[in-house]
């Protein structure tokens, strides 16, 4: 996909008029270099220490460190992150309505990122979320609802749903609909529907959140730890809503409509060709926090992919799976790399000549 090679980019001028017909091909075959554009990368930034029942205390500095990272050192014109961050006590706080973490705010943001006209083909896209996760076990939500499974299809085939939770998760909206969490599902379709869209994306999914099941929450924080990520999931009739407004959103778009599956489908499957995942820990693990000698709090994921990324020790070569088994082994959870481009150099992008070929 993304080695794909333009002749008609090559100037007649790189080929001496004098050499070796078989030397002449290697010379077109030869793997373009590897560039990197600044402006062609956005961002979306997403950070809550405000969960009114589970409330988390590094979030917004771990949103903070990725922003620092993302504008000093990769180069992102500021311009291009949306940042929605939700502190603690944020009531006391001027933070715009439109900047919370809110359900509507979250998708806003990363619908946007489809019909945003200056995001071209061949850009990246940097989605970030420091805050609660939780896990549906869709199971529990089949069993009692089996008229919705076809015939001879068995409830423990069916794969848990992730998910995000927003700053106002459990709350009721103008409606008095009880307000949702975000599931995996709507995050991958919504990759998805970019890169159909818009060709050659690099879209890189960074997670600082747990999905467990509710009783690991309830272990204990150790130590330096603060906190851990991971909050119980909303009572299992949530998941039809969830899924079902999510499947809404989406029929908006073609695209999504001519894929094999709905969001809504027992038997649906990510799409691992959208983006890769960079995520702070294993299923059964939590993503924890801990307190530095200064009483700074971050995420221990976030603190050390960042110290990593900035260490200097990557090359240009290195991969997201070099990146993630780079990181210092970190007690209790253990993070991981997903997607079928996990092995590209981080941060790639095509140049813009195989991205937008010319014809011949």
Known sequence: MWHEKNLGDIDSAEIPDETDPDESWQMLNEPKQKVRDDSRFWAVIIGIDGDTHYPLYG????????????IEDLGVPSDHIQRLLGPLGEE??????STRPTRANIIKALYSLID?????????????????????????????????LPPGVSIASIRPINAICPIDRDAFDG??????????????????????????MMITLILDCGHACARIRCRPPVGSFRAQRNAPSLLYHAVEPMLEDAHQRLAA?????????????????????????????????LAREAEDDTGTVNGVFTKSLVDSLRSGQLKEESSYVDLIAGLPELPYQTPFVAGDYKDEPVWYQEPVSTVFPSHF
């Open 92 to 97: 006391t706080t001027n933070n715009s309505e």
């Open 253 to 285: 778009y073609p695209q999504y409509l001519a894929r094999r599956c709905s969001v809504t489908a027992h038997d649906w499957q990510p799409d691992t060709s959208s983006h890769v995942v960079l995520a702070a820990c294993q299923k059964n693990e």
């Open 175 to 200: 409606k008095g609909s009880q307000i949702l969490d975000i599931s995996d599902r709507e995050i991958d379709a919504i990759f998805s529907e970019i890169s159909q869209v818009k060709h050659k």
């Open 116 to 148: 945003n006209p200056d995001i071209l083909n061949g850009d990246n896209i940097i989605v970030y979320f420091a805050g609660n996760g939780a896990r549906y076990d869709a199971q529990d939500y089949y069993q009692d609802y089996r008229d919705k």
């Open 59 to 70: 979030c917004i500095s771990d949103a903070e460190l990725m922003e620092k990272y993302l």
